[in-house]
């Protein structure tokens, strides 16, 4: 036995990576699969591998470099959130073809729910279409497990393998054995040969069938080798009921039923939903009446399975098509296929009812007090009220707060969207001002070719760039544009954001102080009327790190004078900070002391000059 | 035994959850739990789930919970269906007068949910500078002074010792003892 510890399920799988011998770490970040990397770094320093752990400026370059790693003879992996793996997507589909060398781990976070994410979909899913081998863990324990039998695959077939931990599995907090580093000494080798390295049609041709058979062997695995994943917890005596689970569902599955008292109910557990081993799941079937399948969040256990004339699942309406697998959601479902009434205690009626009446309501996320974005969208806001606002991903799409916020659709998406609406209004002869916001990770990640786009086809938009030298949402990585690195004594450099605007073509750029709300109105105002007159995006760079980096400033403690607020809310409405607040008896805001970080700069927001600061700064 | 604590966004709810884990480990029991991470995180509703004990799912089922642990009393009130019948909550109270309402009484009183209030905000902003960051152990020590969650204050004190960074142990410490002593009163 190994040292126990009590890990998130995050790093349980970075200590697997590490363990396993990986000698070559990318990601970019994104909810819930940022702490893997990070993790990656923290076991290498501390087990002395010489493993290279790097952040790539998005997710297709993190899984180019980890694939060519793998070429040149590596154990390598890529890890990323589930939309990640969108703009993975076609390097994922084509290295699937490929006979690969060193063991090549995908990592791939996906959010049911969701929680932290634009879409809730299913990961396995992508692993189909791309005819690739599937973990799915429900436990942290498993998911560090279930690496090592990842890499073991992978290079046994030569074939990237995807580890699907879902939310709930990423950041659980359970207790994990630690092991020893996997003694693995090889050298960097890439062979050169045209036929497995290049894809060209022709070698398609050959590779395809390959891939075909690759799964017909992996199948066999899963169905006899893999025990440890796939195995039945049987009912005692005959079940009234067989249920198939994968991933989380099943750990769900399995405490719900402790709870709830039923030994007539059989559990088949799936731990490698594709290729789903079909032969297992049939048997199971023909041992029951009918059979539940649980999984999250796409049918995808419930599409492979052959005949489906026993099963109820998502494509007949018994298992919610949307949203996570709560163990509420589960017991219901469960109680509804058993036949057995729902009952409901009256109790719950007297809670819901004290909520109504208290006006509690979930609580929205919000910028943190002091953030800098705060102070930008007011700005922007204040400068051209009638603009459009195209948005980017990442902890500034909570602009929607102070509606500056209009359309968001995925990372780098505002820029392109500003060309897509001034084109829109082009056509007709009009013009409308439109002002994008994109973070600086997200601007690295995909807004240089929507940029390097805008300036060529001349296009008129506003383009703020909210530089707080952090990918912040996901909890504070950094990235190009920062170049600090993950290891120990591992040298960067920092990219300079304002060069790569300028290298794009553009013409009109400067960089402000992103607190400075009142020169920075003028200033939008200034930008818009450039790119009007040129015909072409003119660049303002909003800088002021990440309250998060907790970098020293300032501290202006402020005052509302409650006899200049007259209850407009202009404050609440457009400022939208957790420190000011509005007293709906008293009609007046006030500054909540527990939240108000002193950064000063709501003095600058009040029309009426009712927010003051209490050395007597006045706006 | 089956925990859920609650809070915005921003308040350090994680570190409580950490706590109980490192008490568990080092009695040699099995834990598991659940956290929020990411956009959440930023001002909005957060929860963890935690259980120590023979578990295979992270998440605590609505009506099992036996302690709930709030930073906000909105949050509180929006999670007591998570307590099972009999069970107990620490609730960090800014607004007494919403415990008065008839329904949230008859609720409470129909499932036996025994709530224990603690004016964190002020004896923060008495003692600590109004540093609020120390709600997280002000609350696991007013947990120990009620007798709830089945951990003791020296316990607590130990693992606080083994994960706060070292320039920040003392003054950890004084606060558990805070929430103790609130408690005990």
Redesign the interface.
């Known amino acids: 036995m190994g040292k126990?510890?009590?890990l998130?399920g995050n790093e349980a799988i970075a200590r697997g990576i590490v363990e396993a011998g990986c000698e070559v770490a990318c990601a970019y970040p994104g909810?819930?699969s940022?702490?893997i990397l990070p993790a990656v770094a923290k076991w290498a320093d501390e087990l002395e591998t010489k493993t290279v752990v790097e952040w790539g400026a998005n997710e297709k370059v993190a899984f180019e470099m980890a694939a060519a790693a793998s070429f040149a003879g590596k154990r390598t992996c890529a890890v990323m959130k589930q939309v990640g793996l969108n703009v993975a997507a076609d390097p994922f589909m084509s290295v699937a073809h490929f006979q690969l060398k060193g063991g090549f781990l995908l990592v791939v976070a996906d959010d049911p729910g969701p929680?932290?994410s634009q879409t809730e979909q299913d990961s396995r899913f992508f692993a189909m279409f791309a005819k690739v081998p599937c973990f799915d863990p429900?436990?942290?324990a498993e998911a560090k497990e279930m690496v090592f039998d990842a890499y073991d695959l992978s290079e046994r077939h030569g074939i990237v393998t995807m580890l699907r931990p879902s939310v709930?599995v990423d950041?659980?907090?359970?207790?994990v054995e630690l092991l020893d580093v996997l003694p693995i000494e090889r050298p960097a080798s890439f062979e050169k040969d045209v036929k497995r390295w290049v894809c060209l049609p022709a070698h398609v041709k050959i590779n395809h069938p390959l891939l075909n058979k690759k799964n017909d062997a992996i199948r066999e695995e899963f169905e006899k080798d893999f025990s440890k994943y796939n195995y039945e917890v049987p009912a005692e005596g005959k079940a009234s009921l067989g249920i198939i689970a994968g991933g989380?569902s099943?750990?769900?599955v399995?405490?719900?039923l402790t709870?709830m008292g039923r030994k007539d109910v059989s559990v088949l557990k799936i731990g490698t939903p594709y290729p789903l081993p079909t032969k297992l799941v049939g048997d199971f079937i023909a041992k029951h009446d009918k059979v539940l399948v649980l999984e999250e969040t796409y049918p995808v256990i419930e599409t492979q399975i052959i005949d489906r004339s026993k099963v109820l699942g998502r494509l007949n309406g018994w298992v919610p098509r949307a949203g996570e697998l709560?163990?509420?959601v589960v017991?219901e479902v469960i109680l509804k296929a058993l036949g057995e009434e729902v009952v409901s205690?009256?109790?719950?009626e007297?809670?819901k009812?004290?909520?109504e009446?208290?006006k509690?309501a979930?609580?929205?996320?919000?910028?943190?007090p002091g953030c800098p974005h705060r102070a930008s969208f007011f700005s922007i806001k204040q400068a051209l009220p009638n603009a459009i606002y195209p948005s980017d991903i990442g902890?500034y799409?909570?602009g929607v707060n102070q509606k500056t916020v209009d359309a968001v659709i995925d990372m780098g998406a505002s820029i392109t969207q500003s060309s897509g609406f001034y084109l829109a209004h082009k056509v007709d002869g009009a013009e409308r001002p439109i002002v994008a916001t994109i973070g600086d990770s997200t601007f690295f990640h995909m807004g240089l070719p929507g940029l390097a786009s805008a300036v060529y086809n001349k296009h008129a938009f506003v383009l703020a760039i909210l530089d707080n030298s952090i990918t912040a949402?996901?909890?504070g990585q950094s990235h190009p544009g920062v170049g600090e690195k993950l290891r120990k004594e591992d040298e960067g450099r920092r990219v300079d954001l304002e060069g790569a605007v300028r290298g794009c073509g553009v013409k009109w750029i400067k960089t402000v102080e992103a607190y400075d709300v009142r020169e920075n109105k003028d200033l939008v105002k200034e930008a818009w009327e450039y790119a009007k007159a040129n015909k072409e995006p003119a660049v303002l760079i909003f800088k002021h790190p990440c309250m998060l980096l907790r970098v020293e400033q300032d501290k202006i403690p402020v005052k509302v004078d409650q006899d200049k607020c007259i209850g407009c809310k202009f404050c609440i409405d457009f400022f939208n900070c957790?420190g000011l607040v509005f007293d709906e008896e008293k009609k007046k805001a006030y500054i909540d002391?527990?939240f108000c970080v002193q950064c000063g700069v709501c003095i600058n927001v009040c029309p009426h000059g009712a927010i003051l600061g209490s050395n007597g700064e006045e706006a | 035994m089956q925990y859920v604590i609650v809070g915005i966004g921003g308040q350090g709810i994680l570190f409580s959850s950490r706590v109980l884990g490192h008490i568990a480990l080092s009695r040699g029991e099995r834990v598991i739990g659940s956290e929020v991470h990411g956009m959440a995180q930023r001002g909005g509703s957060v929860i963890s789930h935690f259980k120590i004990g023979k578990y295979s799912s992270p998440l605590v089922k609505a009506k099992e919970a036996d302690v709930l642990l709030a930073f906000d009393q909105n949050e509180a009130i929006r999670n007591l269906h998570f307590l099972k019948r009999g069970g107990k909550a620490i609730i960090n109270v800014h607004a007494p007068e919403a415990f008065e309402n008839e329904s949230l009484k008859q609720f409470l009183k129909g499932r036996d949910i025994e709530l224990y209030p603690i004016k964190g905000y002020e004896i923060l902003k008495e003692h600590m500078n109004g540093r609020f960051l120390f709600l997280n152990v002000l609350i696991l020590g007013a947990m120990c002074g009620a007798g709830i969650g089945n951990v003791t204050i020296d316990e607590v004190k130990k693992a606080i010792e083994d994960l706060a960074p070292p320039k920040h142990i003392e003054a950890n410490l004084k606060v558990v003892d805070l929430g103790y002593g609130a408690m005990a009163k």
Request: a negative charge; hydrophobic letters at 35%; aromatic letters at 4%.
């Open positions: 126990k510890m009590i998130l909810t819930p940022s702490e929680h932290s429900s436990t942290a709930r950041h659980c907090r359970q207790d989380i099943f750990a769900v399995m405490d719900l709870s709560l163990p509420e017991e205690s009256s109790e719950e007297y809670l009812k004290a909520l009446e208290l509690i979930p609580r929205k996320p919000m910028l943190c902890c799409t909570l949402m996901t909890g957790p002391e527990r």
